[in-house]
């Protein structure tokens, strides 16, 4: 960019004076041949303007030239990130139908365990008649289908406290697991947990979110156990409660890259 100025000492003769590189022009303002006043012209611009004016115009270009480059390199690091989350999580493999269902029957085997532990507790602490829920239980299982035996087995001798003791273990059991790794051991069994939508572990608060919602998973049950078997049609393999928790449940290895390489979560 070549700059011309007008030279007020020189009374005869031309006075425009160039062209000029800018750190020249520079040089005559550090030796006072041009000041505010002095009338300067570069090339792209339409008209004679005082130095002044120009410098002001000079600043304003370079911080509009700054904040241009800022927001490109802002542009630009958005996208990197974007294509970086979208990468990893198509590398994702989400855990199907059976693996959840397999997991789950895992976790219910050592629910059952620990709730016949806590039934011969309260039993000894004659909490409960252990006999009356013996029969009563054993009549239940001959025939599944009878509202009576069910009525009789719910109404044994302490089998609400023993119903209200189990339902308090089975929720810390989800939610403590869950929130400390992500994984219950029946999902540790099987090499898959739960995550954030944003891929994360899940904290307490989602942890207890997710499980609130899967009891009203539970209650679907009602309706052929849709709130499961969504699963099965999901892309993402997502459960009711982890549609409205916003979580997912994946294997803990990612899919293979096209060179077999395995990529790191």
């Known amino acids: 960019m070549k700059w011309f100025y007008i030279d007020e000492s020189i009374t005869d003769g031309e006075r425009r004076q160039g062209p000029y590189t ?16 002095t009338l300067v012209w570069h090339s792209g611009e339409e008209g004679w303007k005082t130095w002044k004016e120009a410098l002001e115009t000079e600043k304003k270009a370079e911080m509009e030239g700054l904040e241009s480059s800022r927001d490109e390199l802002l542009q630009s690091t958005i996208n990197e990130l974007l294509k970086e989350q979208i990468r990893e ?15 789950y029957t895992i976790d219910n085997v050592i629910l059952g365990l620990v709730g016949g532990v806590i039934l011969f507790a309260l039993g000894s602490g004659g909490l409960v008649d252990l006999e009356t829920i013996q029969v009563a239980a ?3 299982a001959g025939d599944p289908t009878s509202g009576e035996s069910l009525n009789k087995l719910i109404e044994a001798p302490g089998m609400s406290t023993f119903l209200t003791v189990w339902s308090i273990v089975q929720t810390i059991y989800f939610i403590v697991f869950h929130a400390i790794y992500s ?3 029946g999902k540790k069994l099987f090499h898959i947990h739960v995550e954030t939508a944003y891929g994360e572990k899940l904290n307490w608060p989602i942890s207890i979110a997710r499980y609130l919602c899967s009891v009203l998973t539970q209650f679907t049950m009602f309706f052929y156990g849709l709130g499961y078997l969504i699963v ?4 993402k393999r997502r459960a009711l409660h982890d549609w409205i928790a916003r979580t997912f449940v994946v294997y803990d290895t990612p899919k293979q890259t096209s060179n077999g390489n ?3 979560n």
């Open 232 to 235: 099965l049609f999901d892309p």
């Open 138 to 140: 054993a009549n239940y």
């Open 262 to 264: 395995k990529k790191e």
């Open 89 to 103: 999580f198509e590398s994702k493999r989400f855990a199907g139908f059976f693996a959840r269902a397999l997991a």
């Open 183 to 185: 994984a219950t051991p």
């Open 22 to 37: 800018i750190e020249e022009i520079h040089d005559f303002v550090n030796q006072g041949k041009i000041t505010d006043s």
